[in-house]
């Protein structure tokens, strides 16, 4: 059972672990997995529990991600970047169906299996590509926690390579644990109040090449960099036990797709709506 060291409590979320609880029983009755697939991750989601992040180096070839960047830029094409901080694509599963292949991947599973000790889900998921401009830094550019979920990871994967100028993920290092009193006064938080509560040294740009693969709990403070000087592609995806912020799901996928996987993938789709 976790409890309020385990997890986030407060804030947009249940008052107590209790909620959490069930929806993580449902799925382990629901679901059986074996103990040595629970624990095969161990290593990776330990530390992710003691920083808030991990990196896998070359994850996928940059053949293959180049590959993936050529077959979905057109989804990206913008008149005027001078005045466009990004683009997302609208429920991404549907209308950049190349996708898929990395939504589901076998490592992400595994990884967050061994995270969340039982069979998840996919909750929600982003695929946006970021510009180089003069607009103010806003929204996720800024410090924040994330609301989907007491416990969940963030999974990141760069289509191109990622330096300081090219709007890396930035975590505030173990602030998952250290959590101070008026953590949930805000949504968004300016970097002098973080610098303030956990120190300089703690804020953590991840730089990483296409190919690499960011695992992150969200729980902690994080923020998107400003693209400096180099645009950045990114695909987001979310595992989680329970349909994000425990309200209706709203992301789509083809029933077609579903059927296409193979059947032990098939409940990573249970708060994803077939159409």
């Known amino acids: 059972m976790w ?40 290593d990776i989601a330990n530390i992710i529990d003691e920083k808030g992040y991990h990196v896998i180096k070359g994850l996928f070839s940059t053949d293959e991600i180049d590959l993936f960047y050529e077959q979905t830029k057109k989804y990206f094409e913008v008149e005027d970047t001078s005045v466009v901080r990004h683009k997302k694509i609208n429920q991404p599963l549907i209308n950049a169906p190349e996708i898929i292949p ?27 590509k970021s510009f180089v401009n003069d607009l ?12 989907n979920s007491p416990r969940f990871l963030k999974f990141f994967l760069y289509l191109n390579d990622v330096d300081e100028d090219g709007g890396p993920f930035c975590i505030v290092e173990g602030s998952g644990h250290s959590k101070h009193h008026d953590r949930y006064q805000y949504h968004r938080w300016p970097e002098e109040e973080i610098i303030k509560h956990y120190g300089e040294d703690s804020i953590k740009q991840i730089t990483a090449k296409k190919g690499d693969m960011i695992i992150a709990s969200t729980s902690c403070y994080h923020r998107g960099v400003k693209c400096m000087k180099n645009e950045r592609t990114m695909l987001t995806i979310n595992y989680t036990i329970h ?18 996987l193979p059947d032990y993938k098939k409940p990573l789709t249970d708060f994803l709506i077939k159409i």
């Open 102 to 128: 990395y939504v589901f991947n076998d490592y992400s599973l595994k990884i967050a299996m061994s995270y969340m000790k039982c069979y998840p889900a996919i909750g929600t998921l982003n695929f946006r």
């Open 243 to 260: 349909p994000e912020e425990f309200k209706q799901p709203t992301f789509q996928i083809r029933q077609s797709d579903v059927d296409a």
């Open 136 to 147: 103010e830094e806003e929204g996720v550019q800024l410090f924040h926690i994330d609301p």
């Open 3 to 42: 409890t309020e060291n385990d997890i986030q409590t407060g804030w947009k979320f249940p008052a107590t672990p209790d909620v959490y609880n069930q929806y993580w029983n449902h799925r382990r009755q629901q679901y059986p997995v074996d103990v040595n697939n629970l624990n095969e991750f161990d």
